[in-house]
Structure formats: C-alpha cells, structure tokens
C-alpha cells in the first residue's frame, strides 16, 4: 500500500456545482467542467482533485473547508458567475498560501476588479454550458500547476504585495492526518455508489456501520452523502433515523432540514413535515426548494381528503396553492412550483383569477429551461401548461416533442394522469375537454408501444 509520500499532492478545487445561470444569462455546466476539464489537467500535473463537496449543504459547515484551504498544497479556483463561496474561498486561500491557485473562468466572463490583474485561465462552453475545445484550457492549467510545482513564485496579491507578510508552515503531522481523512472519505463515497446501484438494504447497511454510529467524528461529507443517498432508495425511515443522530450544526443546515421534510411527508408524518419546512422558512425566507416541498405535503394531504370526500379537501387545495406560489414569486426562474399552482387551481371548483395572470410567467420560465438542455418533462410540462392557456396548436406540438424525448411508459402514464385530472375539472364544470382527450390517448398509445421493449430491455 502507498505510503503518504508517496500519494499525489491534492489540489483543492473552488467551484459551484450542477448547472448555473449567471446574471447576464449565460450557462455553466460545472460538473462537466470539473469533468472535462479540471481532472485532466490537475491529473496531468501529478497531482489528485479533492472537489469542496460540502457546498452542497450551503457552506454552513466550515471545517472541512479551512482543511482543504490550508492543507491542499495546491488549488484552482473557477470564478465564473461570481459565486460567492467560490470568492470567499478564494480571498482564504490568498490569504494564507503564497502561491499554486490556478484561477480559471469561462471565456467572457467580467473579472471583478480586485483580481482583475491576476493570471487566470478561460475556457470555452457550448449552448449547453458544456465546456468545448478543452485540449488548450486543460494544457494551460497542467502548465500552471507544474509550474507553482517546480518553482517559487508567489501568486497571491497580498504575498506580492507585502514582502514580510508572515508565512505559515503546516506541522507534518497535521497535513498527514488531512491526508488520510480524504482517502478515507473517497472510500466511503465509493462504497455509496455501488451500495446505491444495489439497493436500499445496502445504503441501510452502511449507515448502520459502528464506525458511524458517533457522526460527532465524521466528516460532514461522508455523512450528506449517506444521507442522499437514503433518500436516492427511497429508504426515508432511514433517512430520519439518520437525520436524528447527526451533529446540531448539521441538523440546521438549510438543505438537511428540507430533506427531512421531504423524508417525513414520505414516510406520511405530515404535522411534523409541515413543522420541519415552515421553520426553514420562517429562518431563510421562502424559495422555489422549500416552498416547494411544502406545498406537496398540502397536495399529498388533498388527495387523500379529497378521495375520503372530507370537508377540510378544499382547505388543503388552497393551501397547496398558495405554497407554491409563493415559492413560485421567490425564484420566477424556477417553473416548478409555479406550474404546481396553475395546475391546482384548474382543479378548484370555480376558476382562480390568478391563473390567467400568472399562466404566461411560468410558460416563459418553462420554456427559458427548455431551451438549454430540454428532456421529456420539461416538454411534458409545456404541452400541460399549453392545455391550460387552452391553445391546441403549441398543446399538440409539444406533446409531439414530449413523446419524442420519451423513454419509459410510466413517463407518459405520469403526464396522462395529470392531463386526466384536468379533465375531470373541466367536465364537472361543463367545459369542452376534446383535446385534453386526444391527448390522454395519444399518451395511452405511445406508452403500449413502449411496454416490450421495456420487458425486452
């Protein structure tokens, strides 16, 4: 087995991640770039990647991030959109290493003043986000890093401004342990990939492991990936189980306290659902994400008082309304929970006047995403939304699109059953519903078509 010694250095990598819209609107895929771009040249200069993973709970949990601030040797930082972690990091790192963080950024970003004179790198993105001619971008950040390996020059702005500024030396020992800490996380993620391929009693085996069963120790990273990938086998029971054990910093982290939510609606403990998701609101405001999740949890609970034909049903639908529209005015980029509140008001027993209103927003938020890297549901969606503003043609054309994307008959079955709901309002209230059944049959066929090849398959 390798010694420390003998392992790769680390090079820290500052960026968001997923896919992102900037303020000029532009696109950045960042797991392609991270993919396509940093990994090969940060492995080409003889060093290994170690990404900032706990952006994903909102940066609220700091330690690990110094770690790798501090003790990384080297570091690239990709300061496209203006990411505030990103800029954060980066002002830490300058601060406290002299020199190896390679600045990068897509081609035509704006670069803010105060680093405006720094040596950085750009790349090239298509429509899509996706990174494009990689071979120069990925040639010059491996130059760069081998060259912050084999020579001393300083590329912090404060360390070539200020010649005493004190340089801090890591103790041995402390890198060392760092070291071991990230392997030992890569070990735990690698086991999480494949546990999740096998299934849930394979998640629920490693999170049943003794060396978790004090999450105190653990690295906060370890522990949002277990937790995710809980939820990724729909073992929810776990995931709250899960959720009860970890540190308080954790527990309030913004993200696990919506995924708790999600877990508790799922395992059917509504009141405690709804407790969880209106705290999050009430400390952070509402958002396209909370919102969201919250107004399943009025939707779930109109279902079933809906089909108990209970009076407290249209209480629930108006609640479910408003909670996704709300969410829907908090991120208008965001079709998600707007399209939940224009479908629900179609199922009131008289029309919303909001709908007409609000109906044109979502479509263009709808269609802004479809424009960048469409699939099934978001031209699915668009075809539900034509339904509602009741124009036939861009109804028809869309649903021609949808079947195109299509790739699994319960797809079709999932649209059908909305597109049915919809039908069923409009009938009871006397309204025309031809083409919503065209639609429904046009779904129902192209689904059985697609029922042998997925037994075949």
Known sequence: ??????????????????????????????????????????????LEPVRADEEKIGGTIHKPMFERLMLCHYAVADITGANPNVFYELGIRHALRPRSTAIIFVEGTVIPFDIALVRGIAYRTDGKGEPTDTAAPIEAIRSLLREARDTARDDSPMFQLIDDLPRWEIDHNKTDVFRKSVDYSKRYKDRLSEAVREGAEAVQKIASDPALADLIDVEAGIVVDLFL??????????????????????QQAKMMREQLGFALNREGRF????????????QFGPSSETNGLLGRIYKDRWEI?????????????????????????????????GVNAVSLMELQDKRDERQAQILPVVRYSAMRKADKNPDYW?????????????????????????????????????????????????????????????????LARAAKDMAPQQKTS
């Not at 003998?6 to 896919?19: D, E, N, S, Y």
């Open 1 to 46: 087995m390798d010694t420390i010694d003998q392992l790769a250095p680390l090079c820290f990598v500052l960026m968001p991640f997923g896919t992102k819209t900037d303020a000029a609107g532009r696109v950045t895929n960042f797991d392609k770039v991270y993919q396509n771009v940093i990994v090969p040249a940060v492995t080409q200069a003889g």
């Open 305 to 337: 008082a809906r089909e108990a034909k209970r009076p407290e049903a249209r209480s629930l639908l108006r609640r479910a309304i408003d909670t996704y529209l709300e969410g829907f005015q908090a991120d208008w980029r965001d079709a998600y929970p």
């Open 378 to 442: 978001d031209h699915a969606t668009l075809m539900e939304l034509a339904v509602l503003m009741r124009d036939d043609e861009a109804a028809e054309e869309q649903l021609s699109e949808a079947l195109g994307f299509a790739r699994a008959g319960w797809e079709l079955e999932s649209t059908a059953a909305n597109l049915r709901r919809m039908r069923r309002a409009r009938s009871e209230r006397g309204e025309d519903v031809g083409l919503i059944e065209r639609l429904e049959q046009e």
């Open 271 to 282: 009141d405690d659902a709804e407790k969880v998701l209106k705290g999050v609101i009430e």
């Open 229 to 250: 990938s809980l939820r990724d086998v729909k073992a929810y029971g776990g995931m709250i189980d899960l959720y009860n054990r970890m540190p308080g910093p954790l």
